[in-house]
């Protein structure tokens, strides 16, 4: 029996209308309006629940309303919400301190999303090729690679459909193979000045680097004298099973951009270098709102959480259920070709070209997914999804899926 999404409400008649009138159409909505949560559980406006395995794109770590969230914004919203970087705060001191021992050795410039945060390590890298590389300034990235949409960050990212209408975009970036040394290897010069790459590409279809190879690209870095930059965006914050997604190889970058959860769904980014790439000055960068005391006091909570709750172990031993459970779907029949990523940051691949029908079929089911393309379908949920929700998600999908064969 196929499930439809339920009709359109009222309510959301209302809002969609609204939507229309003020909004600009940049996105392919779903057809519910969510008004709130609790954990990994999101509710609409006409009442109706949803397991929510998406989070905000990767962003609520911590599942909707948790505590410590809650606790960090009323607190610090009492003492002070915003004040420039034009004066010292102690919240920005402690969400730099704690970011930094969950990585490497190094300073943070702090921002307010990923595009923000790709865009710093590209500035730092050409800076540093002024400095180091004798005014080397191309940057080697990936065929798949999705870094923002900012026109640096989208001059970085390889998929045409983001970048033709917005042409021409800055120069100084090369695109090849991802996954493979030898392709990176090839497109280096003497204009080289960095290799930017995500360890796990996740807008288009979660796939994931192979260990090997991203220690054949610091092994590059290190040989040529170049610097490794890695996008951590969608992959930090302890959603693969490790911090970062790079400790899984056991290597260190000398940049890296983060954001999504690092402030448990209020807007934050960062980017973190290393003593050898450390090269902005005062006047090279800076940001408004980048590390207000807010977002800061957020951030410092939720990596407090993370830790305490032990939720970097909890994506490890969840993700592999939830990864083990998805494959016992295609066992059964279910049209799953693979199932790939690492934690809980999965994409389930079906034989057809049905995901976004799969999407909506699942919202029927009380279930959030989110369709990449027309054949995958991306499970981030929060860190806190325990077993049985897992295993919930799985039946839910499992139900969509007949739905829809």
């Known amino acids: 029996m196929r499930v439809d999404p339920p009709p359109a409400s009222a309510a959301f008649s209302a ?12 996105y392919t909505r779903q057809p519910v309006a969510l008004r709130e949560g609790r954990g990994c559980v999101v509710r609409d406006v006409d009442g109706r629940e949803y397991l929510d395995m998406v989070a905000g794109i990767a962003v609520n770590v911590l599942g909707h309303g948790h505590p410590a969230v809650l606790r960090a914004i009323e607190e610090q919203s009492r003492r002070l919400v915003h004040v420039s970087n034009l004066y010292y705060s102690e919240p920005q001191l402690e969400a730099a301190e704690k ?18 945060a790709v865009e710093g390590a590209i500035k730092l890298a050409r800076k540093w090729g002024r ?9 080697v990235c990936a065929r798949g690679a999705f870094h923002g949409r900012t026109m640096g960050a989208l001059a970085a990212t390889a998929n045409r459909r983001y970048r033709e209408p917005f042409e021409p ?25 960095a290799i930017l790459m995500e360890p796990i590409e996740g807008e288009s279809g979660v796939t994931p680097m192979r260990d090997e190879t991203l220690r054949g690209l610091r092994r590059l870095c290190d040989e040529h004298g170049l610097l490794l930059l890695l996008d951590e965006v969608q992959t930090g914050m302890g959603r693969t099973g490790r911090w970062w997604a790079h400790q899984h190889a056991g290597v260190v970058p000398d940049v890296m951009s983060v954001a999504k959860g690092i402030a448990g769904g209020l807007p934050m980014g960062a980017v973190l270098a290393g ?8 006047g090279d960068h800076g940001s408004t709102f980048g590390g207000g005391p807010l977002a800061c006091a957020v ?10 709750d032990d939720l970097v172990l909890n994506a490890h031993r969840t993700g592999e259920r939830l990864r083990d459970a998805l494959l016992g779907l295609a066992r059964g029949g279910a049209p799953i070709a693979e199932v790939r990523g690492r934690g809980l ?30 054949s995958v379908l991306r499970l981030v949920p929060p ?18 899926l007949e739905d829809v064969a």
């Open 345 to 374: 940051m999965l994409g389930v691949v079906l034989r057809d070209e049905i995901a976004p029908q799969v999407a909506a079929a699942a919202l029927g089911r009380g279930l959030i997914v989110n369709a990449i393309g027309r």
């Open 383 to 400: 860190l806190i999804l325990t077993a049985g929700e897992a295993d919930e998600a799985v039946r839910r999908l499992g139900l969509a």
């Open 299 to 308: 951030a410092a909570a939720v990596l407090d959480t993370i830790r305490a």
């Open 131 to 139: 400095l180091h590389r004798n005014g080397a300034s191309t940057i």
């Open 15 to 26: 809002i969609e209308e609204r939507a229309l009138g003020v909004l600009m159409p940049t």
């Open 169 to 193: 975009l800055p120069r100084g970036f090369v695109h090849v193979a991802y996954d493979d040394v030898a392709a990176v290897e090839a497109a280096i010069d003497p204009g080289t000045v």
């Open 275 to 282: 003593p050898r790439a450390d090269c902005l000055e005062v």
């Open 99 to 116: 970011l930094v021992a969950t990585a490497f050795p190094s300073r943070v410039f702090l921002a307010n999303s990923g595009t923000e």
